[in-house]
């Protein structure tokens, strides 16, 4: 018997303020509605909030593992739709920039936890510290988070090159949030994609959009996800449209046994 395969995404953006960690919640819920076990890691440490997002209340978080109080298994909670999720600490500024002992001590264990996880979302921070390049290089796909925003596009555009120059990363993955039409999505997609390749060499592939909803906010506002909550609106639409797609991704360089493929990425890069 062939060793499960976990897919691991990472979701990331180049600025704070574009839904990241919305379209996280949201597609994850999506992904378990369709059959697969999902978890979700917030590694946006220190910041983290896809728990208050969905009205949750941990009583622990990855700051008790990385202390040495409770392991991973502990931590972890469960989300609605049967989603599993890794909650991250808020307002605790050591844990953003954690030094490449923790980042591995992480990872390591992370490794003995994915078996029987079909997919596995990091909803990294925004912008370009190096815990968000250190998670993004640990997935097998990257998926860059935008919105119509020229700042956004501009940000955006920030974090690939860094990836690509320091690290030689040279796929990606795009949705435009909060979009006005189908069109302006596709807009966002070409302008990203057409400097991405003229500049930076890479390849970026567009996995759709997420209209501009007001139940989104709403929903919000009721700490629950919109797919949750209003699973006809348009937004919610989107959100399954997008899951199905990331269903469908093949594991990029077909990558075997869990995360430890990470290994043979990381020792060969200095943090």
């Known amino acids: 018997m062939e060793p499960h395969e976990t897919k691991v995404i990472a979701i990331t953006s180049g600025k704070g303020g574009v839904g990241k960690t919305n379209i996280v919640a949201n597609t994850a819920i999506a992904l378990s509605r369709m059959g697969k076990r999902v978890l979700v890691m917030d ?34 909670i469960k989300g609605p739709e049967g989603i599993m999720i890794l909650p991250a600490s808020s307002g605790i500024q050591e844990l953003t920039e954690l030094n490449a002992e923790e980042q591995l001590s992480l990872v390591a264990h992370l490794d003995e936890m994915v078996d029987g996880i079909d997919i596995m979302i990091i909803d990294t921070g925004a912008g370009i510290s190096s815990n ?18 020229p700042t956004s596009i501009t940000d955006a555009y920030a974090l690939m090159k860094v990836l690509s120059k320091r690290y030689g990363e040279k796929a990606f993955k795009l949705i435009v949030n909060a979009v006005e039409s189908e069109e302006e999505g596709k807009n966002v997609y070409r302008k990203l994609s057409s400097v991405g390749g003229r500049f930076l060499n890479i390849s970026i592939d567009y996995l759709g959009y997420i ?57 060969s890069r200095t943090f």
């Open 43 to 76: 590694a946006d440490l220190g910041l983290g909030n896809i728990d208050i997002l969905l009205g949750l209340t941990p009583r622990y978080n990855i700051g008790h593992f990385l202390r040495g109080e409770k392991r991973l298994e502990e931590i972890i």
């Open 132 to 149: 968000v390049l250190f998670f993004n290089m640990a997935a097998h796909d990257i998926v860059v988070i935008a919105s119509p925003e």
């Open 211 to 267: 209209l501009y909803d007001e139940l989104v906010q709403f929903s919000v506002v009721q700490q629950k996800a919109v797919v949750e909550a209003y699973p006809d609106t348009p937004a919610s639409i989107c959100f399954d449209r997008i899951a199905k797609r990331l269903c469908e991704m093949p594991i990029r360089g077909g990558l075997k046994g869990g995360m430890q493929f990470f290994w043979r990425k990381m020792l």
